[in-house]
């Protein structure tokens, strides 16, 4: 009781100072404990220009927890003291920051523009510029060109060295594309397509303001990891996807008008009647051939066209997921009237990532509407130079004029051919893309896709009661329906590793492809009523006889291809490159004996930039020294029944009373058929001087082609079924060289200029058409037809010359009368049409150079472009000169202004010779575009561009036909023959705004 009272009585103050030693005890324990927890970081990121930084990462160094910034910029995460923060943005340069005791941290990203561009897409993976050892030429989006386009293609013109893609004004037509020369003489020479990894997704699934980077893989020793496809080259597409926190809303549009940059010059109605009377002629048949008019019947049939182009993309991402929209509507109206093309696309994407991002599934959907209004086009242009300008397009009661009894070559009222026909193609294109990947181990990753691309083509043609292509048929209705199935799963790995001053990334794979082709019929039948329905209910025909009914299909064909492919990517402290694939192709379409092939490739490279000895160079700052060869293929001209014997209709006979159809061999068979084979050997030199200021590449390559398909060899009828066979026997060259030259002359704060120039030589040159089994010494090609001209061919194909070589009969001149004269190979000249034996060799389709010149100047907000391109040295045929070059037939169809300078009395001065070969070469300005971009101060609006655009704008030649861009691809380039859809000269204004 003492002690208790004892304690009792202490001093208030002893009580109170042990409690308040007790209560600052617990507060210092409380916050050692608060100090060894996480505590709440937060901060704004924001780049050079102190604008917010939306999606960046923002990750806690050396684990798995991260978070990214919000719209404005702001980021929140918890982190221990002892913590690194790793601040990450695509485009810019990776930050680091100590948390320390810190609780605000405020991050200024800077961007790295040469990172972007350093990024290469390869197949089956990206490498970055310095680690490639292959020729790869990459456009980026901010660098295509700008204009009514609808291809990948054209987005490039100009702007790859050895690109040579050439097209008309046709709005239905496709570009034709050759990279490094042709090396084929039955095939196709379009490189090969791979869009977001998918092998062979239709070109027509893709709008071109969703594409993001094209890569072009111009050499064997980067395309052969596409086995039996590559020989022409592969062109690697790369969409638009969003990045890490962005929500970006896109809108994109054009308006534009197109015309005609040039026509074929022909005599008006007053001149050809001059014409005539002037060469003591007798007059035009009245009325029939002359009712007193004067009609250009050129004008008729074009017109101003008007084109337009939207697209609206929605897209957003987050750390563990993002996901895509995009809308896009075009139309393109041709120059000819009623021809038209237009498209809807609509695409969405979603990928999802599990697992701390080790999983990855994502969907792709995408899906293509196209409809071609189209006119017969080689009739009409044919007809609209041909056609007496001497006759009114209208009878009195306004149906159009025609006079079908009329010789010559312009016989069928050219706005009677446009309007009464109609040429409706509708097609549908489907593709699904599914792919999965996971992160198995540091370092190495799985991956497999399935794609499923759906194509459904319908066809609808109709000649009316009136047309002069179906003559007392009292109308004409076609109906096709046809449906491609393409079918095809990746499985690869891939191995990205460092391990110390070594790099090493391994891909190893398998494909399966399963192609079921031409799946549907058509009908054809006439004799209708009316002409109303047109090809809408052919079930109301009337034919006359089961004759008049057409079932039309073609061979429905399902093909395999099944492959296995490895690469391996080696370099030590990033100066020495090595790089080698290989893959095995196995395919249904070839021959018995030769099912599989392989192809590989090895490539090296040298960063001698990176060599100490360089640092005493430093104006100098990027210098590799690369070499590389593969073997590539191309398949393009086999298709599932090359290989093997066909049966076809041969006869009928009388059985039981009943007409019965007999069928034999209609092809051999060949069980040695396959691919043809391209190596290529590639020597290439990048530089940089003065940090980029001035940079570039020089290329050189040879390409050898061996195993060329050829189906008319001769063989005899005592060992085969038919007396041709095909089979893969020549051989073909491409060697050349590559410059590639970019200057940045002006850069300042407000004022940058950038200017880039590329230029390719290319030699082509076929080495042999023959072996031990099968020979012949030449193939002739290229059949122009017209008067006089049976069984003419206006190319030859033979060793020890290029593709595209002409022969053609020699002009010699004019005789004393004026009558056109021909020297025979004997060297006597004769002033009659010679024998088709009398050709000769001429000049070559082929352009000794191809050149582009791109310019990029922006001043503050305004940007001014411009493209100039061209080639120089090939020859074009001008068969439509040649054609209409005929004053004997003056009376009954119309001829051009050349032919004043003509004597009447030349009966040959129509003849096809060399002296309708005229100089190719050209030079135009391409495109040239204006814009201006405004960046408001708001952040719902990141830029808005307006601009204007020009294409076509002038051109330098020589030639006199309508456009020396005569198609430079297939098996006869360089042949202008009646059917040139005009080139347009186009202006639009655009828009795009990011939001």
């Known amino acids: 009781m003492k002690k208790l ?133 990459t456009v980026k989006a901010d660098d295509f060109n700008t204009g009514v386009l609808s291809t990948p293609a054209e987005l490039l ?25 042709p090396s084929t003489i039955t095939g196709s020479t379009e490189p090969f397509y791979v869009i977001d990894g998918v092998p062979g997704a239709s070109i027509d699934l893709l709008a071109p303001a969703d594409i993001e980077s094209i890569d072009v893989l111009k050499d064997a020793s980067a395309s052969a990891i596409y086995g039996n496809r590559a020989s022409n080259g592969v062109i690697m597409v790369t969409t638009r996807k969003a990045k890490p926190g962005q929500t970006r809303l896109n809108y994109n549009a054009y308006a534009s008008t197109e015309a005609a940059s040039n026509q074929i ?20 048949v009245p009325t029939l051939n002359d009712d007193g008019s004067d009609t250009n019947w050129q004008n008729l049939v074009e017109r101003r066209s008007y084109s337009q182009n ?67 086009v080689s009739s009409v242009i044919s007809e609209s130079v041909f056609y007496l300008p001497t006759v009114s397009p209208y009878n009195a009661d306004g149906s159009y004029k025609e006079y079908y009894d009329r010789t010559g070559s312009g016989n069928r009222n050219p706005l009677s051919l446009i309007y009464n026909n109609i040429l409706k193609t509708d097609d549908r294109k489907t593709l699904y893309n599914g792919i999965a990947s996971i992160d198995i181990l540091k370092g190495l990753k799985y991956t497999i896709s399935a794609s499923v691309q759906e194509d459904q083509t319908d066809g609808s043609t109709y000649y009316n009661s009136q047309s002069g292509l179906a003559i007392g048929l009292n109308g004409q209705a076609q109906k096709t329906s046809y449906l491609n199935t393409n079918t095809i799963v990746e499985s690869f790995f891939n191995y990205d590793r460092d391990f110390g001053k070594h790099s090493l990334k391994l891909v190893g794979g398998y494909s399966y492809q399963y192609d079921k082709l031409n799946d549907g019929f058509g009908v054809k039948t006439q004799n209708f009523i009316d002409d109303a329905l047109t090809y809408n209910n052919i079930s109301l025909s009337n034919p006359a006889s089961l004759s008049q009914i057409q079932l039309q299909t073609q061979n429905v064909s399902a093909t395999k291809l099944i492959s296995f492919y490895g690469r391996a990517q080696y370099n030590y402290d990033s100066k020495y490159l ?22 590989p490739s090895v490539s090296a490279g040298w960063n001698i930039s990176d060599e100490d000895f360089m640092k005493k160079i430093p104006v100098i700052n990027y210098l590799k020294l690369r070499a590389g060869y593969g073997v590539t293929g191309n398949s393009a001209g086999i298709n599932a029944f090359s290989a093997i014997v066909i049966y076809g209709p041969a006869g009928k006979f009388l059985y039981n009373g009943n007409i019965t159809n007999t069928v034999s061999p209609t092809q051999n068979d060949n069980p040695n058929l396959k691919w043809e084979s391209t190596g290529t050997l590639n020597i290439g030199l990048d530089f940089g001087i003065l940090k980029d200021r001035i940079s570039g590449t020089i290329e050189y390559y040879n390409k050898n082609t061996s195993d060329l398909l050829f189906g008319g060899y001769s063989v005899s009828t005592t060992q085969y079924f038919v007396p041709t066979i095909a089979a893969n026997v020549g051989k073909v060259n491409n060697k050349g060289v590559e410059l590639t030259l970019n200057f940045t002359p002006v850069k300042t704060s407000a004022f940058n200029w950038k200017t880039s120039m590329n230029f390719a030589h290319n030699h082509n040159e076929v080495v042999s058409l023959s072996n031990d089994i099968f020979q012949t010494p030449y193939i002739n090609t290229a059949d122009i037809g017209g008067k006089g001209t049976s069984g003419l061919k206006a190319q030859r194909i033979l060793p020890g010359y290029p593709l595209g070589q002409f022969f053609l009969w020699h002009y010699a001149g004019k005789n004393a009368a004026g009558v056109s004269t021909y020297q025979k190979p004997d060297g006597s000249v004769i002033a009659q049409q010679p024998l088709t034996t009398d050709a000769m060799l001429s000049g070559n389709a082929q352009p000794s150079l191809i050149y582009g010149w791109t310019n990029s100047f922006t001043y503050k907000n305004f940007d001014l472009n411009f493209v100039i391109r061209g080639t120089l040295g090939n020859k074009i045929f ?39 070969l005229e100089n190719g070469s050209y030079l135009r300005l391409d495109n040239a575009t204006l814009g201006y971009t405004i960046k408001p101060h708001d952040l719902s609006i990141k830029a808005i561009r307006f601009y204007l655009s020009g294409n076509n704008l002038f051109l330098i030649t020589s030639y006199r036909g309508i456009d020396p861009e005569i198609n430079i691809g297939g098996q006869t380039p360089g042949i202008d023959s009646n059917n040139f859809y005009p080139k347009t000269r186009t202006f639009l204004c655009g828009v795009s705004a990011t939001f």
């Open 157 to 181: 013109q100009g702007k790859v060295a050895g690109l040579n893609i050439s097209k008309s004004g046709d709005p239905n037509s496709t570009p034709s594309t050759v990279l490094r020369g």
């Open 265 to 284: 010059h022909v005599l008006t109605g007053p001149q050809l009647r001059q014409y005539l009377a002037d060469n003591k002629q007798t007059p035009l």
């Open 578 to 599: 090595f790089q080698a694939s290989l893959r095995n192709d196995g395919s249904s379409v070839f021959g018995t004996n030769h099912k599989w092939g392989y192809f």
């Open 5 to 137: 009272y004892a304690l009792n009585k202490r001093p208030w103050y002893f009580i109170a100072v042990r409690a308040l030693c007790m209560l600052l005890l617990s507060i210092q324990f409380c916050a050692t404990a608060f100090a060894q927890g996480p505590q709440t970081v937060k901060g704004n990121v924001v780049d050079e220009n102190n604008n917010p930084l939306p999606g960046v990462t923002v990750a806690i160094k050396g684990t798995q927890k991260a978070t990214t910034s919000n719209i404005n910029g702001q980021y929140v995460i918890n982190a221990d003291a002892n913590d690194v923060l790793r601040f990450t943005f695509v485009g810019s340069t990776p930050k680091e920051e100590n948390v320390g005791n810190r609780k605000i941290i405020n991050i200024t990203l800077r961007s790295d523009a040469k990172a972007l561009k350093d990024v290469v897409v390869i197949g089956y993976g990206t490498s970055s510029k310095k680690e490639v050892t292959s020729s790869i030429t």
């Open 878 to 916: 001008n068969n439509t000169l040649a054609a209409l070059n005929d004053p004997q037939d003056a009376k009954v169809q119309n001829i051009p202004t050349f032919t004043l300078g003509e004597s009447y009395n030349d009966v040959n001065a129509y003849l096809p010779s060399d002296r309708f």
């Open 310 to 376: 939207q697209n609206l993309s929605f897209s957003g991402a987050s750390p563990t997921a993002d996901y895509g929209v995009t809308a896009n509507y075009m139309t393109n109206n041709g120059i000819i009237k009623t021809t038209s093309m237009s498209r809807v696309i609509l695409k969405g994407y979603v990928n999802q990532r599990f697992f701390n991002n080790r999983l990855k599934l994502g969907l792709t959907v995408t899906n293509s509407h196209t409809v071609n209004n189209n006119v017969p």
